[in-house]
């Protein structure tokens, strides 16, 4: 898909982002962009977790919530959130409210802390697997690349939860 659209500033975008006047901050200034610290990734990756099943626009809607609720996706303080955290967030409207994601994010910051400890970084693991630029694939294309697939396994394989090649293709 090579159509753009010429947002209100005159700039020329992708054309998924005139969809909705919140996806043009997120197009100019994340969509795209690699992301190395770590924190920022734990994020991506439970924001995309969450958004299973559910539009984008929803999710960047309740963004803020989400960050919020989840102590900044802190995954050192997320790793430590019990039932209580998890009750309370099945009463926060203003996030997902979907126990099997909620309780996979705890367990991801678990799994995110251990990495960290086995690994030096969170990014250091992942970007192993992104593809070398000239193979690529063109965003707006694919959803999924070999090494999504092949990363999402090994996340699993390490106890990961809800984290499919379409979540971890997103920021790859």
Request: charged residues 25%; neutral net charge; hydrophobic residues 35%.
């Amino acid at each position: 898909m090579s159509e753009m659209f010429v947002g209100p500033d005159g700039n020329s975008r992708c054309r998924w982002c005139g969809a909705a006047p919140e996806f043009l901050d997120y197009h100019d200034t994340e969509w795209g962009f690699p992301v190395s610290d770590d924190q920022n990734l734990f994020e991506k990756l439970c924001l995309e977790s969450f958004q299973s099943g559910l539009s984008w626009r929803t999710i960047l809607a309740k963004r803020e919530n989400f960050r919020a609720a989840f102590c900044g996706f802190d995954f050192n303080r997320v790793a430590g959130f019990g039932q209580q955290d998890v009750e309370r967030l099945l009463n926060d409207e203003g996030i997902v409210r979907h126990r099997g994601k909620i309780e996979a994010t705890i367990n991801n910051a678990q799994k995110a802390k251990e990495m960290v400890q086995d690994e030096g970084s969170l990014a250091a693991f992942i970007w192993r697997y992104a593809p070398d630029p000239p193979h690529s694939s063109k965003p707006q294309a694919a959803s999924t690349s070999a090494q999504s697939v092949v990363l999402s396994k090994d996340l699993k394989k390490r106890g990961w939860k809800f984290v499919g090649p379409t979540t971890v293709y997103a920021f790859m």
